[in-house]
């Protein structure tokens, strides 16, 4: 329905269209029109003066300050690391003489311990020593005496024994010869 509109127009010999006259646009593009550069230059500069004048004074001195408070942070925590590496230097250091004294109180303990246990072994072994050689003392007294009584014992029956012999081979006895005989053989 539209295309018949259009094309009834054509023939009434009215044309719709999308055409500029030609004397609205006689010149080419506004920035490269050269009756204009002089003004575009003069806000070019008052432009870029403007935008330093702005980075100078407003941004880059923003910036300046948060690399300055930055720094100075990174510097404030080097110093800290450093300061807490000193303390754990130290505290190691603490740590190490407070185990190399109870490393040498332990071993002073213990030879102490061991010194007391060798004295006390020694006391008990010098008791008992003496408590045996009381025994053995006792024990060679009474090995004596047994020792003499038995040959007593052995004198009575060798002089019964000799006196007996000599009853039977001659028939007669005589008692002191035998003991006589029996001490010179014993002595």
């Given at each position: 329905?539209?295309?018949?509109?259009?094309?009834?127009?054509?023939?009434?010999?009215?044309?719709?269209?999308?055409?500029?006259?030609?004397?609205?646009?006689?010149?080419?593009?506004?920035?490269?029109?050269?009756?204009?550069?002089?003004?575009?230059?003069?806000?070019?500069?008052?432009?870029?003066?403007?935008?330093?004048?702005?980075?100078?004074?407003?941004?880059?001195?923003?910036?300046?300050?948060?690399?300055?408070?930055?720094?100075?942070?990174?510097?404030?925590?080097?110093?800290?690391?450093?300061?807490?590496?000193?303390?754990?230097?130290?505290?190691?250091?603490?740590?190490?003489?407070?185990?190399?004294?109870?490393?040498?109180?332990?071993q002073g303990i213990a030879q102490e311990t061991r010194d007391r246990l060798q004295a006390e072994?020694?006391?008990?072994?010098?008791?008992?020593?003496?408590?045996?050689?009381?025994?053995?003392?006792?024990?060679?007294?009474?090995?004596?005496?047994?020792?003499?009584?038995?040959?007593?014992?052995?004198?009575?029956?060798?002089?019964?024994?000799?006196?007996?012999?000599?009853?039977?081979?001659?028939?007669?006895?005589?008692?002191?010869?035998?003991?006589?005989?029996?001490?010179?053989?014993?002595?």
């Open positions: 329905m539209i295309d018949e509109a259009l094309a009834q127009e054509a023939v009434d010999g009215h044309a719709a269209g999308t055409e500029v006259p030609a004397d609205a646009h006689s010149s080419s593009f506004p920035p490269f029109d050269s009756s204009t550069f002089e003004s575009q230059i003069v806000w070019l500069v008052l432009s870029f003066v403007a935008l330093y004048l702005l980075m100078s004074r407003v941004a880059l001195p923003r910036i300046a300050t948060v690399l300055e408070e930055r720094r100075d942070r990174i510097a404030d925590d080097l110093d800290q690391a450093a300061q807490y590496k000193r303390q754990t230097e130290e505290a190691i250091e603490a740590y190490e003489t407070a185990l190399a004294e109870a490393r040498a109180k332990a072994t020694e006391r008990q072994r010098v008791s008992i020593e003496a408590r045996l050689a009381e025994k053995i003392a006792d024990a060679e007294k009474q090995i004596a005496a047994t020792r003499d009584s038995a040959l007593q014992n052995v004198r009575t029956v060798a002089v019964d024994v000799a006196d007996t012999i000599v009853t039977r081979l001659l028939g007669e006895s005589d008692r002191g010869a035998a003991e006589r005989a029996v001490d010179r053989e014993l002595a």
